[in-house]
């Protein structure tokens, strides 16, 4: 499973509904939401 940063609980956490989606610049990226407080977390690279 990929992990992400998590801003609001400040430490890395697997991403939960991961989702691979292409950045406005071309670049890849993976979205998803944090399991322990629902934010959005983000992770830059191929998953």
Request: some cysteine.
């Amino acid at each position: 499973m990929a992990q992400a940063y998590c801003v609001k609980c400040r430490s890395k956490v697997e991403i939960k509904g991961p989702k691979a989606i292409t950045m406005k610049n071309g670049r890849p990226a993976t979205q998803g939401t944090c399991p322990k407080c629902g934010t959005k977390v983000f992770r830059i690279g191929k998953a």
